[in-house]
C-alpha cells in the first residue's frame, strides 16, 4: 500500500516571503501521479498543483512550484510571494496510475503572517 | 463548468435523524467520489461509482451509511439513524475517467456539506 507522509504538521511564513511544504511517499510503482490540494477556512479542497511521474520537468502554476525528486520519492511545494490567501491546509496526494483512487498526507497547515 | 455542486452547505440534526446528503458532478466525469474528513480520522474515501455503478464501498462505516447514483448527474448518500459520532465534513468529489484523454484522473471536489449530529 502506498503511504504519503508531510512531516511537517504546522508552519507559518512572512507575506511576500518564500516558503516550502515538504511530502514524501513510498510505492514500488513506476506510473503514477502527485498533486498538491489547498483547504482554506471556507473547507473546500482546492486543486492546487498536480506532476506526472513521467515527466522530469516540475509542474508550476503561477507562484506555486513543485520540486519532484523520484528517486527520493519526495515531491514538495514551494509558494513564492506569500499572501494571506494563501492560509490554509495543504494535502500531498499520491495516486497510482489508472487507480483513481488517492491516497492523502495528514496536511500541514501554513499561516501567513502579515 | 459550475464544478462539483453539494447541498446542503451545513446540516444540524438531533441524533435518530435520517440525513441525506447531495451531490451533482461535474458534468461529463464518469468518477464520482464520497469522502468524509473529521480531524481525528483525516480525510476517508467513503465509496466511490464509475458510470453510475458502485465500485469500492469498503470505507462506507456502518450499515447506517448508503449511497445512490440513480443517473450520470446526481448522487446521494444518506445516514440513517445518524449519530454524533457521523459529525464530519462530507465531499463529494469527481474525476473524468479513462476514455478521454487529459487530466482524466484529476478529482474535483465540491464544497462539502458540513454535518454536526446533536
Known amino acids: 500500500a502506498q503511504t504519503v507522509t508531510q512531516s511537517q504538521p504546522e508552519m507559518s511564513v512572512q507575506e511576500a516571503e518564500t516558503v516550502t511544504l515538504s511530502c514524501t511517499y513510498d510505492?514500488?510503482?513506476?506510473?503514477?501521479?502527485l498533486f498538491w490540494y489547498k483547504q482554506p477556512p471556507s473547507r473546500q479542497m482546492i486543486l492546487v498543483i498536480r506532476?506526472?511521474?513521467?515527466?522530469?520537468q516540475n509542474a508550476t502554476e503561477n507562484r506555486f512550484s513543485v520540486n519532484f525528486q523520484k528517486a527520493a520519492k519526495s515531491f514538495s511545494l514551494k509558494i513564492s510571494d506569500s499572501q494571506l490567501g494563501d492560509t490554509a491546509m495543504y494535502f500531498c496526494?499520491?495516486?497510482?496510475?489508472?487507480?483513481?483512487?488517492?491516497?492523502f498526507g495528514r496536511g500541514t497547515s501554513l499561516i501567513v503572517h502579515p | 463548468d459550475a464544478g462539483v455542486i453539494q447541498s446542503p452547505r451545513h446540516e444540524v440534526t438531533e441524533m435518530g435523524q435520517e440525513v441525506t446528503l447531495r451531490c451533482k458532478p461535474i458534468?461529463?466525469?464518469?468518477?464520482l467520489f464520497w469522502y468524509r474528513q473529521t480531524m481525528m480520522r483525516g480525510l476517508e474515501l467513503l465509496i466511490y461509482?464509475?458510470?453510475?455503478?458502485?465500485?469500492?464501498d469498503s470505507g462506507m462505516p456502518e450499515d447506517r451509511f448508503s449511497a445512490k447514483m440513480p443517473n450520470a448527474s446526481f448522487s446521494t448518500l444518506k445516514i440513517q439513524p445518524s449519530e454524533p459520532r457521523d459529525s464530519a465534513v462530507y465531499f463529494c468529489?469527481?474525476?473524468?475517467?479513462?476514455?478521454?484523454?487529459?487530466?482524466?484522473?484529476?478529482?474535483?471536489f465540491g464544497p462539502g456539506t458540513r454535518l454536526l449530529v446533536l
Open positions: 506532476q506526472e511521474a513521467y515527466k522530469q
Open positions: 510505492t514500488s510503482e513506476n506510473n503514477y501521479y
Open positions: 461509482f464509475n458510470n453510475n455503478v458502485p465500485i469500492d
Open positions: 496526494a499520491f495516486m497510482r496510475g489508472g487507480s483513481y483512487i488517492p491516497t
Open positions: 458534468s461529463g466525469h464518469d468518477y
Open positions: 468529489a469527481s474525476s473524468l475517467g479513462r476514455r478521454r484523454g487529459g487530466r482524466q484522473e484529476t478529482q474535483y
